[in-house]
């Protein structure tokens, strides 16, 4: 090639990189990743939120840029602890992910996993959208460089072995338990005597195939949505351990957008948090029936079997309480305060 053909080639490439340079700073692009699969809630959420915030960022009297949502489902960004650092280091603009995931990077929030912390979904909505629990959970996020926008929720997480139906702590002695990986999870599992193994989401079911784990804890809609009912016999409806999610943004990134921008991006907050959780929730027990249908034993506990339960991870409580921050005891006391005892 000759030296003229040369410079024009590198001409055009210059030209075609400028180009795409202007395209990208022609609008502002979200990235959003979770571990949820599609064809889940939580991905018909964001669906829905990216619908909204596209057509209204279209509008150049409401955005002085079109905002772009792009959506990474089914963990291809990683783990949820994985995901929970790269928003925290803004290699991501957003994320959806439980607060045991993001107990990763804001340990304090290990106290709203706490087995049995909420009786009931309604007790959890009332904590939890508390304004004082909100402000305090808000404060805890922006010292780590993450903005919250909405709760949303995995849910009462349930029992589900290869082995027996878990009806009692003792049940669970000695098994290798799949743990989420964070403390209160793992103290959890040793409490009722378990052993627990930390696998990030990825790998839980192959570990369930291979052995590696006997069982693990999660939602009916987790364990669809992620294939873990596959290896498995047995279900436990426990629900020892409410476990909430945040959709969380980079602060750092954030802050850079026009005030407008922003105020697309947080609109609706009180509307996308009830219709998210309501979406979630009326697939419990269709899911549940599914699990059945699919040759696996349901057991339900009768309330006298959850107080077992919840006797045997009492210790776990002040362990985690000891380990927090100034700031994680006053959110662990704030939430005995809310539910109205300890």
């Known amino acids: 090639m000759t030296r003229q053909a040369l410079v024009a ?16 700073e022609g609008e502002v692009v979200v ?29 150049a009297t409401k955005a002085e840029k079109p905002i772009k949502l792009k959506l990474f489902m089914g963990s291809v960004k990683g783990g949820e602890d994985a995901m929970a650092r790269q928003v925290a280091q803004g290699a991501l603009e957003c994320a959806g992910l439980s607060t045991g995931a993001l107990a990763i990077i804001v340990p304090e929030l290990e106290v709203l996993d706490l087995p049995y912390r909420f009786r009931s979904l309604d007790e959890a909505d009332r904590v939890l959208d508390d304004p004082e629990v909100w402000a305090l959970v808000k404060k805890l996020l922006n010292a780590k460089g993450l903005e919250p926008f909405i709760w949303s929720e995995n849910g009462f997480r349930n029992f589900a072995s290869k082995k027996a139906a878990i009806v009692k702590p003792e049940d669970v002695k000695g098994m290798k ?29 192959s570990a369930l195939q291979t052995g590696v784990v006997d069982g693990f804890d999660n939602t009916p809609l987790f364990a669809f949505a992620a294939s873990w009912y596959q290896g498995i016999k047995h279900w436990t409806v426990s629900d020892h351990m409410y476990q909430p999610a945040l959709l969380v943004y980079n602060k750092a990134w954030l802050d850079k957008l026009t005030a407008k921008q922003r105020d697309i991006l947080f609109a609706n907050r009180a509307d996308e948090q009830k219709r998210g959780r309501a ?20 057991t339900k506990l009768t309330d006298e079997q959850k107080a077992a339960f919840a006797k045997a991870s009492a210790p776990v409580y002040q362990k985690i309480r000891g380990l927090q921050s100034a700031d994680g005891k006053a959110l662990y006391d704030l939430i005995d305060k809310k539910v109205g005892r300890k």
């Open 9 to 24: 080639l590198a001409a055009v490439g210059a030209i075609a990189a400028a180009s795409g340079r202007a395209v990208a």
């Open 31 to 59: 990235r959003i990743g979770t571990a949820a699969p599609e064809d889940t809630p939580w991905h018909k959420q964001l669906l829905q939120l990216k619908k909204r915030i596209e057509t209204e960022s279209a509008d």
């Open 177 to 205: 338990m799949r743990a989420q990986e964070a403390r209160v999870h793992i103290e959890t599992w040793k409490s009722f005597g378990a052993s627990p193994v930390p696998i990030s989401v990825p790998e839980t079911l």
């Open 279 to 298: 979406m979630i929730r009326k697939l419990n027990e269709p899911l549940l029936k599914n699990l059945a249908e699919s040759g696996i034993t349901i």
